[in-house]
C-alpha cells in the first residue's frame, strides 16, 4: 500500500506560480512512477505530468514549457512545479502512483489550485 499525500495548492494570480508537494508512504517509493492529474468542474481528469523510476518525464501538451515535475526519492517526494499559470490551470490536482505502467491505482486526497484572470 500506498499513501499520498498533497500540499502546495492555493489560489494565485494568473502569470503566478505555485509548487506542489507530494509526500508518500512506503518503502519502495523509488520502484514507482509517480504523477499529477487534476480534474476542472465539468470536465474530464488529465494526466498533467508522470516521472518513472529513472527520472524520465511526460507532459500533457496543455502544459509544456510551463509545468515541471522532478522527485526526490530519498525524501519519498514528488513536485510540480508550475510557472505562467493560467485560469484554465484551475482545479484539483490529484497525485498518483504506480508500480506497473499506466496503472495509477494510488491516489491522494487532492489540493486545489485557482488561478484568478
Known amino acids: 500500500q500506498v499513501q499520498l499525500v498533497e500540499s502546495g495548492g492555493g489560489l494565485v494570480q494568473a502569470g503566478g506560480s505555485l509548487r506542489l508537494s507530494c509526500v508518500a508512504s512506503?518503502?519502495?517509493?523509488?520502484?514507482?512512477?509517480m504523477g499529477w492529474f487534476r480534474q476542472a468542474p465539468g470536465k474530464e481528469r488529465e494526466l498533467v505530468a508522470a516521472i518513472n523510476w529513472s527520472d524520465s518525464t511526460n507532459y500533457a501538451d496543455s502544459v509544456k514549457g510551463r509545468f515541471t515535475i522532478s522527485r526526490d526519492n530519498g525524501k519519498n517526494t514528488v513536485y510540480l512545479q508550475m510557472n505562467s499559470l493560467k485560469p484554465e490551470d484551475t482545479a484539483v490536482y490529484y497525485c498518483?502512483?504506480?508500480?506497473?505502467?499506466?496503472?495509477?491505482?494510488?491516489w491522494g486526497q487532492g489540493t486545489q489550485v485557482t488561478v484568478s484572470s
Open positions: 512506503g518503502r519502495t517509493f523509488r520502484n514507482y512512477y
Open positions: 498518483v502512483a504506480a508500480y506497473f505502467a499506466g496503472r495509477y491505482d494510488y
